[in-house]
């Protein structure tokens, strides 16, 4: 990948968007900083692959049991601006539906730095997993409660939804968060406790997420089946 032509479209990504040399060489050298277009395709392959799994082929006409948003929406949530009803309804995502859907995803990138915001609609429970601070960050959590209030309205109970602070291995350089931010929405997505792998396995996983991104998901030898 490193070697490629330059404008050469080596995969792409679930949403359509050409990934090329220049993204690869955010995530194969060890002392790079993962770019959007990497941490959004690794956890929507993520999302796709649970989806299926479970018989979910459209999200938007079938309750996902996961729904994983890109780092565009992570901006609106971390900066107050309005997350539309229109990109709800692309995401299959309505207050009728909204708990009985497993697990959201939503990677956001502040100063350069990659965190995720995960909501668990069925369990009522929202955290934020951070590998510069261990209990995440409470702002994001409360943001993220008030982005839950709105879509349920009046269906919202404040009292059954639950502010966690979830462990989570921390980086050991000032590069590899993205990396954590994809490994901790695998493990998350998959039921596996975020504290399971280390930091020292990053320079691995980056060459298994460029793996992934190259095979356009977890299928064939990449398959998370049995995990």
Known sequence: TLRARSNAELAKTPEGISLQRK????????????????VNAALLHLGNYVNQKVGI???????????????FVGKNLAEDRPITERMMRRAGIRKDNFLDIETILVPICRGR??????????????????SL??????????KAREWVRGILDDAFVESEWTLKSVASPQQSNSDDCG?????????????????????AEMP???????????????KGDFSLDGL
């Open 204 to 218: 691995l996983q980056r060459l298994r997420v460029a793996a992934i991104l190259l095979n356009e998901g977890f």
């Open 133 to 142: 601070s261990p209990a995440g960050n409470a702002g994001l959590k409360n």
């Open 57 to 71: 082929k459209n999200p938007r006409l079938q309750t996902p049991k996961i729904q994983v948003f890109n780092s």
């Open 179 to 199: 990396v954590h931010t994809i490994t901790n929405g695998v493990c998350v997505g998959l039921g596996i406790d975020p504290s399971t792998y280390t930091s």
């Open 23 to 38: 993204d690869f060489e955010t995530v194969v050298p060890r002392n790079q900083w993962l770019n959007d277009e990497i």
């Open 113 to 130: 730095h990659w965190t995720l915001v995960v909501i668990r609609p069925k369990h009522r429970e929202i955290f934020h997993l951070d």
